[in-house]
């Protein structure tokens, strides 16, 4: 079931982007909407406005407008990922069942490598001579994923805790309050 929802998130990332290249609009407008189908992700209307984090609409998005700048960006991804999941892999006291499920305990590696991936797209992108909109765009990106790890439930983070300087900050990188 988890995976189901990753590929209908990346179909709803990727295809702004090539419905737009097929119909002959300009590069501002497919990424804008690009944008548009991220941030309504982030802030559904369907859900009172809090909706998802939209880190796999971001990516498939990004991938869609500029392969090489998202691959670039996947390295600290993989191996926020891997530092995750491989422990888990190679832990014969459990059954290969329970290595293979999706999901597991939250980890710090794996939102780290998230946020340094989306912070490295725009540099990328300039990096690789990327048309100016891309980059914007990827920096606007950038800046949606990070006020949306800030605001999701940060209301009810800010109730139990005074600490505000350690919410904020564990929100940024680890995308939660703290733990």
Do not use: C
């Amino acid at each position: 079931m988890g995976l189901a929802g990753i590929l209908v998130d990346f179909a709803k990332g990727v295809t702004p982007v090539l419905i737009g290249t097929s119909l002959g609009f300009s590069l501002p407008v497919i990424t804008a909407a690009g944008l548009a189908v991220v941030s309504g992700q982030m802030w559904s209307i369907f859900s009172g406005f809090d909706g998802e984090k939209g880190n796999s609409i971001g990516l498939a998005m990004a991938g869609a407008l500029a392969p090489t700048s998202m691959f670039i960006a996947l390295v600290p991804v993989t191996i926020g990922a891997a530092i995750r999941t491989l422990p888990r892999l190679l832990d014969t006291q459990q059954s290969l069942n329970e290595r293979l499920k999706l999901g597991g305990p939250p980890s710090r590696s794996l939102p780290l490598g998230m946020a340094i991936g989306f912070l490295l797209l725009p540099f990328a992108s300039w990096w690789l001579k990327e048309p100016l909109v891309i980059t914007s765009g990827y920096i606007a990106l950038f800046i949606l994923i990070m006020v949306r790890r800030l605001t999701a439930g940060l209301r009810g983070n800010l109730m139990a805790s005074s600490d505000m300087g350690r919410i904020l900050l564990n929100r940024l990188l680890y995308d939660r309050s703290g733990y």
